[in-house]
């Protein structure tokens, strides 16, 4: 009864538009949150959150929203495994438990209200920003493991002087062009599932690589000073990459309307 008033009332424009739909949702979500928490991509309060946030973009977007977000997961495992000893060296080594419950939700909360907020309004300026973050996610998270993974000195965004690689603010050339094809990759997911169109797919892109700057400017300004988390920022940056996406999405169409 609740699920049918839920699915029905509430979430009339998303894909688990009925129980049913509700409880193949349920069930897949669990069961890769589960399979993260076994490969050690997350910790156990990172399981829950990632299920929780999975489930909501399962819920309002469907498979092919799943199914991007699985990309998300497995590019971004990857790439923090990339270069594992020389991160252990410098002390910038994930946790072995995985990413906690406040670092999922910073690079997934913003996608997931997005996704939420299509179910519920229909409005499909909702699925680019959701998208949007999503691929932001994607391209600071390979951007930063894949510069901490370089022996390569990083340039500080701000003034451009070299630092160590690791330090907030701090970006490569090889972490920027990784970060780049990562975004790339899940918003051609996005598009081949059919959630978003191919041009939708460049604001996507574009947005994410804007929001993966500001995650650089603000690591190399406010984090630097103790005034934010990294999770703040990251947080951030995802909202930034959705709001912006939104934003041209709806310029577009009023210049073409």
């Not at 009332?9 to 739909?21: F, I, S, V």
């Not at 997350?42 to 929203?65: E, I, N």
């Not at 998270?141 to 965004?157: C, H, K, M, N, P």
Request: net charge positive; glycine share 12%; with cysteine.
């Amino acid at each position: 009864m609740v699920s049918s008033i839920l699915a029905e009332g509430l979430l009339a424009y998303g894909w688990a538009w009925n129980p049913k739909r509700l409880a193949v949702a349920a069930a897949v979500t669990l069961a890769f949150a589960l399979l993260a928490r076994l490969l050690r991509g997350v910790s156990t309060s990172g399981a829950v959150a990632g299920g929780v946030a999975s489930f909501a973009l399962f819920v309002g977007l469907g498979p092919a929203a799943f199914a991007t977000l699985a990309a998300l997961f497995l590019i971004t495992w990857f790439a923090t495994r990339t270069g594992h000893r020389r991160k252990l060296e410098l002390g910038l080594a994930e946790s072995r438990e995985g990413r906690n419950a406040w670092q999922v939700l910073a690079n997934l909360g913003v996608a997931a209200a997005g996704a939420l907020a299509y179910g519920v309004t229909g409005n499909g300026l909702w699925v680019v920003a959701a998208i949007a973050a999503l691929t932001e996610a994607a391209t600071d998270t390979v951007a930063s493991e894949i510069g901490q993974s370089s022996r390569q000195d990083a340039r500080l965004i701000t003034t451009w002087a070299r630092v160590p690689a690791g330090i907030d603010g701090g970006v490569t050339i090889s972490g920027t062009l990784a970060g780049l094809a990562a975004g790339m990759v899940i918003a051609a997911v996005a598009t081949l599932g059919g959630i978003v169109t191919q041009s939708e797919m460049w604001v996507a892109i574009g947005c994410g690589f804007a929001g993966m700057l500001l995650d650089s400017l603000l690591g190399a300004t406010l984090q630097r000073r103790g005034w934010v988390s990294n999770q703040a920022v990251n947080f951030l940056a995802t909202m930034a990459a959705s709001g912006i996406a939104y934003g041209v999405r709806t310029w577009q169409l009023a210049a073409s309307g």
